[in-house]
């Protein structure tokens, strides 16, 4: 189950907005089609407030699922078209169609507690030889929590820095950090990247691609020549594009 993300939804939607935030727009949903290539149906799992079918053709049938009544109110409100249902993607999915040609999770599956249950469940709507598409957070060098930036001055590299990666953790995020009052508590979970890819293994997914990909900004000032340089070096998201076999 993803948790806490009703009591989310206010600054999750600010977050993203109607089109997506920055590097939804430049980098994610930009290679997402591209990646998805030609179809005519996709299930988006942990779909939130929908920015992704905004995105599409109108005449794609597509089904958002997530677990978040008040995200799914602001999918409804916020996309023209598409079916958009409550439910848990990580438990049976709340619709009959069984052959979709694409599935999804748009940075969606490091926030769902049971992912291994979720890949299954998401496998189990794919049609043979349809795709499913994973983008994450990188999980080798972005760790909340377990990873950062560092500088070396002698050398003048920036450098990512990684104080943990085999061991598989719940991760709480503080979503307002820099208010003072309480604010809702969500989770993401690290699981190495071996570990993603037995679980797409065991659900009958044959890996076709990944990708990895690095921030487009630029940086002004005296330290821009390391910041732009670890920016090319060090990618932010991972993509993995998985076939389901006979």
């Not at 078209?81 to 709340?94: K, N, R, T």
């Not at 926030?111 to 299954?120: L, P, V």
């Amino acid at each position: 189950m993803t948790k806490n993300w009703d009591s989310s939804e206010h600054w999750y939607s600010s977050c993203v907005g109607e089109k997506g935030h920055y590097y939804h727009q430049t980098v994610v949903l930009p290679n997402v089609l591209r990646l998805l290539g030609t179809f005519s149906s996709l299930l988006d799992l942990g779909c939130g407030q929908g920015v992704l079918r905004r995105h599409l053709p109108s005449g794609i049938k597509y089904v958002g699922i997530d677990p978040s009544k008040a995200l799914i109110a602001q999918a409804k409100k916020l996309s023209a078209g598409g079916a958009f249902v409550v439910g848990d993607a990580s438990e049976e999915l709340p619709i009959e169609e069984s052959d979709f040609d694409r599935t999804v999770f748009i940075l969606s599956l490091q926030n769902i507690e049971k992912g291994k249950a979720a890949i299954e469940q998401s496998a189990k709507k794919l049609r043979r030889g349809g795709k499913m598409l994973i983008i994450l957070n990188h999980p080798c060098f972005r760790i909340p929590r377990q990873s950062g930036w560092g500088v070396d001055e002698a050398k003048k590299l920036q450098y990512r820095k990684v104080e943990s990666y085999m061991s598989a953790r719940e991760i709480p995020i503080q979503t307002h950090p820099g208010k003072k009052e309480r604010s809702p508590t969500t989770f993401s979970y690290h699981h190495p990247l071996a570990e993603i890819c037995s679980w797409l293994k065991g659900a009958g997914l044959l890996i076709e691609t990944i990708e990895e990909w690095c921030s487009d900004k630029k940086s002004d000032g005296p330290k821009a020549k390391m910041e732009d340089r670890a920016r090319k070096e060090i990618p932010l998201f991972m993509a993995i594009v998985a076939v389901k076999g006979g």
